[in-house]
C-alpha cells in the first residue's frame, strides 16, 4: 500500500510542477440569483460563426471553472489541456484551472451561469451539467440549450468493488447477499445511476453514500472500508485505480458502455468487462428488458457522449466564442496533446466540436424527455439514492 500511494503522490508532484494551476475557488455571490426558466428548446445566447478575427486575449488571464475537488478526473483532464489551449488562444494569455466544488458540481455550474463575468474569461468545465439538468431540476439554475458550449470529450466509465465485498463478477455479487455501500459525488450522476438502477433492478441491498468531492475522494473512502463500491471516468480509472487492481485492493465489475449506431457497446478500452444491460440481460433473461430500471439503465450512456465539456455562460459576446471554438479544435488537434493525454490517462482522447456538443446536449434532453415514465423514475433515484 506504501508503494501504491507514494506512486500516486509522485504522479501528483508531477502533475503539479508540469502544470500548475490556481487551486482556490473565486468567491461565492452573497445571495443565490434567481432560478430561470428550464426550458429545453431555448436558442444558443450567440451565434457560433461570429467573426473572431478582432478577438486577442493577450496580458489576460483566462480560468477554467472545475466544480469538483482536485484529484479527480475533471481536474486531471483540465490541468493537462490548459497549457495547449493557452497557445491557441489569440494573444496566448495565462490559463488557470480553479475548482469549485459543492453538491456534485451543481455550485460551480450555477456560479458560472448567473454570476461569473461574461467578459469570456470565465470558462465552465463539467462532467455532470446533463444529468442534473434532467434529474435533480429543483437545484438547477441554468438552461442547458443557453449556455454557449465550446468543446467537449467523450469517456466513458467503470465501476468497481473493494476486495472486501468478495464478488470478482456483478453475478457474483448479486448472489451474495452482501450490502453494497455505493459512493459518488452525487446520485444524479451518469456514473451512479446505472449503478442503483441496477442493483435495485437485481433485488441487491445497498446504501448510497454521496457527498464526495471528486472520484479521488472516492478512492480514498473506498481504501479507508467506508465504500465497498464506487466508479470512475476511464482516465480516472487507467491512472488511478488500475493501480489499485493489480495491487488487489480494487475490482472492476461493470461499464457505462458507448453508444454506437443506437447500441449500447463495450467501450474498446475495457473490452473485458460488461456493460450494465449486458450484465442484466446475462441474470435475468430478456424479460428484463420491459422493466422500467433497465430501461434506465439503456438510456443513461447516451449522457456520456460528449460528457467532459467546456462552455460558456450566454452574455459572452459571439466574435469570443467563435475564437475560443476555434482554440479548443486547434488545441485538442494538437498531436503533442494528444500524445501527453495517452501517456498520462492511458487512453486516447475522443473530442466534439463546440457545435456537435450543443447538438448532442439538446439531442440528449430531448431523447430523455420522450420517455418521462423512465425519467421520473431516474429522477427520484436522483433524490432518494434508492
Known sequence: MR???????????????????ACTAPAAPAASPPKPARSTGAAPAAA????????????????????YSPGGSSDIMTRLFAPTFAQYLPGNPNVVVQNMPGAGG????????????????????????VT?????????????????WLASV???????????????????????????????TSPASSRSMPVMLFLSLMGVDYT????????????LALRRGELNMTSDALSGYYTAVKPLVEEGIAVPLAQVGRVRDGQIVRDPYTPDLPTWSEAAREIKGDAVKSAIDYQGIELLPYTRTGNFSYGYPPGVRPEV????????????????????????????ISPLSGKDTQETME????????????????RQLAKTGS
Open 321 to 348: 466564442v467563435a475564437a475560443v471554438r476555434e482554440a479548443f479544435g486547434k488545441a485538442f488537434d494538437d498531436p503533442a496533446l494528444r500524445a501527453g493525454y495517452q501517456k498520462a490517462l492511458g487512453i486516447e
Open 3 to 21: 508503494d501504491v500511494m507514494a506512486r500516486l503522490t509522485g504522479a501528483l508532484l508531477v502533475l503539479a510542477v508540469l502544470f500548475p494551476a
Open 363 to 378: 439531442g440528449v434532453l430531448a431523447r430523455f424527455n420522450s420517455q418521462p415514465e423512465v425519467l421520473e423514475r431516474i
Open 48 to 67: 457560433p460563426d461570429a467573426p473572431a478575427s478582432s478577438v486577442s486575449f493577450q496580458g489576460k488571464t483566462v480560468t477554467i471553472i472545475v466544480p
Open 132 to 148: 442534473h439538468a434532467l434529474f435533480d431540476p429543483e437545484q438547477v439554475q441554468y438552461e442547458i440549450p443557453r449556455f454557449q
Open 106 to 129: 451543481l455550485v460551480g455550474e450555477n456560479w458560472v451561469y448567473n454570476v461569473a463575468p461574461k467578459d469570456g474569461l470565465t470558462i465552465l468545465h463539467t462532467a455532470t451539467i
Open 154 to 184: 467523450t469517456e466513458g466509465a467503470v465501476a468497481f468493488g473493494s476486495k472486501d465485498l468478495g464478488a470478482r463478477t456483478l453475478k457474483e455479487l448479486v448472489g451474495s447477499g452482501k450490502h453494497v455501500f455505493y459512493g459518488e
Open 208 to 219: 448510497f453514500v454521496g457527498g464526495y468531492g471528486s472520484s479521488g475522494d472516492m478512492r
